[in-house]
């Protein structure tokens, strides 16, 4: 059976049937016995920073990311996976299996004294658990490494829900080389070891490479405990500032000449014959904002290529930790029974301007080594265009350039028809609910005397195993105004203050035919259900 559409053998739904009747919920208590808790799978979810859809070789860009790439060729990859738009929604969604607003992150992350409690207070709060609080309650060992910025201050860190131990940065960005370096004073930013707040030394210190040595250290840890274990991997690359190893730098320095217009052109070919997108979905046009590379003057291509190839070198660095870890894996003989899920928080950024923005003003100058400590810029909304290839707008909107996400599920052990694309749409939701799927463990209804919200998501187990119905199930998104709601194949979407937009993603993913004269009442249904939601949850 093939992961392209082909027709599944009644074997494959045979496993699926018998896989479903043995992770069917995770609401139901279940006794485990301690054979059964060793053998459940391993865990290792690992997110990346300000990521577009189309960044890794393995969805049509021209980044080398081979350890990336190796994992979608033992597993699942995912066409239409969605995120919550930026940061700190989709990293209380991701961690709680919950909407934003139901977790207490509508919006971005606040300092307990500033906000009320509520939707966009700004931490997580006592109505959710975390997947380490669920899986610990099973007897796993939980550790985080990387980016935490869902709770600025205690009890809010990941060693207050549910990690046994943690490093990285608690904050949202930090210079890459020296954290205590940043572009403004006022902004917090807190690096910890478990519940101890530390300032790592900036000699040999570059924070990508960090966060990998800890984690590698964390599943040394864990292969000392009889328990299976659940690592958390956040990285903050590719996230500005632009800061990157100059070996790697010189790898893709004068690699992104071409332009992005040219490499718009060339990343939506690659991802239809990769079977990622539909050739009969137009390319969207580059965003308004942004000028054409051929009206660009030779040292303004040439700075421009700049920084795409310190973006890209952010990657790169990245992608060689990742196989450092998936090498641990292996070397423990976890690998065969570890789940492995990959994703990015948001679509490309467009952060600062067209052209980024060089915070500290020492970037062409001569001040400061472009991709050292001493820089602090951003890549634009120009290049952000090229990483959403072939989705419309960023970060932080909700169209599909701003919550389309790579998504890659790798499970050795049970994932036998490899290196295939799922196109059953998912959402960040799904994951925490697809994690108690998948290991039988129990989604509580009252943790630490708060009764928990229930999980909104669905397992995504049979996509995994070959299952390719589209069901007709609803997602939301709304963040800083901006709306969406999606129903099947159709999707009603605006920009905060302007009207709403509809959508035939099935037609037209790439959302360049706006239907919503054309079907009144529908969008008129479609609007009421997402104003219900909206309601509800309190947007």
Not at 276 to 291: A, G, P, Q, Y
Not at 385 to 390: E, M, Q, Y
């Amino acid at each position: 059976m093939k992961l392209n559409g082909n027709i599944v053998t009644g074997i494959n739904y045979l496993c699926i049937a018998i896989l479903g009747s043995l992770f069917f919920s995770c609401s139901n208590k279940v006794s485990t016995t301690e054979k059964e808790t060793k053998e459940r799978p391993n865990i290792v979810l690992i997110l990346a920073d300000d990521m577009g859809y189309s960044d890794l070789s393995c969805y049509g860009g021209e980044i080398s990311t081979p350890n990336i790439d190796k994992i979608a060729s033992h597993g699942v990859r995912f066409s239409q996976f969605y995120n919550a738009a930026r940061c700190c929604p989709t990293r209380a969604s991701l961690m709680t299996g919950l909407y934003p607003h139901q977790a207490g992150m509508g919006a971005m992350v606040k300092l307990h004294g500033e906000a009320a409690k509520g939707p966009y207070q700004g931490y997580l709060n006592d109505q959710c658990v975390t997947i380490a609080e669920v899986l610990k309650q099973a007897g796993y060992y939980t550790a985080a490494s990387g980016k935490w910025h869902i709770g600025e201050e205690r009890p809010q860190w990941p060693i207050d829900r549910g990690f046994d131990n943690y490093y990285g940065l608690i904050s949202g960005a930090a210079n890459y080389f020296d954290i205590s370096r940043g572009k403004s004073k006022n902004v917090v930013r807190h690096f910890a070891i478990d519940s101890t707040e530390i300032m790592p030394s900036k000699e040999g210190f570059y924070m990508t490479e960090a966060i990998t040595d800890h984690a590698v250290q964390f599943l040394q840890k864990a292969a000392t405990k009889d328990q299976p274990f659940f690592l958390y991997l956040p990285y903050t690359a590719p996230h500005w500032p632009l800061h990157a190893l100059q070996e790697d730098i010189a790898l893709y320095k004068g690699k992104f000449m071409k332009g992005w217009d040219e490499l718009r052109e060339e990343r939506y070919n690659r991802m239809v014959e990769l079977g990622l997108i539909d050739k009969e979905w137009l390319k969207s046009d580059r965003n308004e904002d942004v000028s054409s590379w051929d009206s660009l003057s030779q040292e303004q291509k040439e700075q421009m290529d700049q920084l795409m190839a310190i973006f890209a070198a952010q990657i790169h660095r990245m992608d060689i930790g990742i196989g450092q870890v998936m090498d641990q894996l292996e070397k423990m003989g976890a690998l065969e029974n570890t789940v492995v899920f990959f994703l990015s928080d948001n679509g490309g950024s467009s952060e600062y301007g067209i052209w980024g923005t060089d915070f500290w003003g020492n970037f062409w100058d001569g001040k400061a080594l472009p991709g050292s400590g001493d820089s602090f810029h951003s890549y634009g909304a120009s290049w952000a265009n090229l990483s959403n290839t072939p989705f419309r707008y960023y970060k932080k909107y909700v169209h599909e350039g701003g919550i389309a996400t790579p998504f890659i599920v790798s499970w050795p052990e049970t994932i036998k028809d490899t290196g295939g694309i799922s196109h059953v749409p998912g959402h960040v939701i799904d994951i925490m609910t697809t994690i108690c799927d998948v290991t039988n463990v129990e989604y509580p209804k009252v943790f630490k005397n708060h009764q928990i919200t229930p999980m909104p998501g669905r397992s995504i187990l049979p996509a995994l195993l070959g299952e390719q119905k589209m069901d007709t199930d609803t997602i939301f998104w709304e963040h800083m105004g901006n709306r969406a709601v999606r129903i099947g194949n159709w999707k009603l979407v605006s920009i905060k203050g302007s009207p709403w937009e509809l959508y035939n993603l099935e037609k037209d993913r790439t959302e360049t035919n706006n239907l919503i004269e054309n079907e009144p009442a529908r969008a008129a249904e479609m609007k009421a259900t997402y104003e219900s939601w909206a309601k509800k949850i309190g947007v």
